[in-house]
Every structure is written in C-alpha cells, then in structure tokens.
C-alpha cells in the first residue's frame, strides 16, 4: 500500500511534499492501520522516520536527523501530524525554525473523511 510513498531526497522540486513525521503503525508488517492516501491531494508523500523510532533517552540524534531530512520544506509543504507525540512537537519546532514560524499540516476530520489543510503563522499579529 505504501509502496509508492518516497523516502526523502527524491528529486521532484515542483510539486508540494506532505511529509509522513513517523510510518503508520502496522506499516512493517505490511499491515497500516489507517490509510494515508488521501493526503497525496496535497502533494507527494514523504516519509521521514519508521514507524519505531524513539526519542526517549537522547533527543539529539533524532533532532539532528529530523533537521536534516527537513531542511528543504517550504511553507507550501504539508506536515502529517503522525506517531510519537513528542516527536511531533520536536518536527513542528524544526519546521517553525526553517520556515520563520510558518507552515501547513493536514488535519482529518472524521466526519467528512477527508483531510483539511491547516496554515499555521507564528508570528501573525
């Protein structure tokens, strides 16, 4: 199902990035638990850490990965708020710091099925 989602560094510049913080529980088994594929309206799937990660003991290499993989996100890009709550939280602060506290994330809404595009403006008075 997540075969076609591309690992970040992929060379297509053009089209908006929605990136996947953590793979879906049940990916590695081959087996997600929900399905993502509706985000892809709001560009190309970009998946940055496995399903397992961990930031418990010692943030810093996950920081320093995370910063990495995000380094060319745009404010026209999405995030999807996926996996570990505290890794979410460090994701969106890197983000905020890239792009000057402004940036996108998809929200779902359960009702509807679909998902709705949040624009998010830090410094916005």
Not at 46 to 51: I, Y
Not at 60 to 77: A, E, M, Q, S
Request: aromatic share 8%; glycine share 8%; hydrophobic share 35%.
């Amino acid at each position: 199902m997540f075969s076609s989602m591309n690992k970040v560094g992929g060379n297509n510049t053009n089209k908006s990035k929605v990136y996947l913080i953590q793979e879906i529980p049940g990916t590695s088994q081959g087996m997600p638990k929900y399905n993502i594929m509706g985000a892809q309206k709001y560009g190309e799937l970009v998946t940055l850490l496995p399903e397992h990660s961990q930031i418990i003991l010692s943030p810093g290499p996950l920081i320093v990965k995370l910063r990495t993989l995000l380094k060319n996100i745009t404010p026209d890009d999405h995030l999807l708020l996926t996996g570990d709550p505290a890794i979410i939280g460090v994701a969106c602060s890197i983000v905020s710091d890239i792009t000057g506290g402004k940036y996108k994330f998809l929200k779902w809404d359960r009702q509807e099925k679909m998902y709705y595009s949040i624009e998010i403006n830090l410094y916005q008075k």
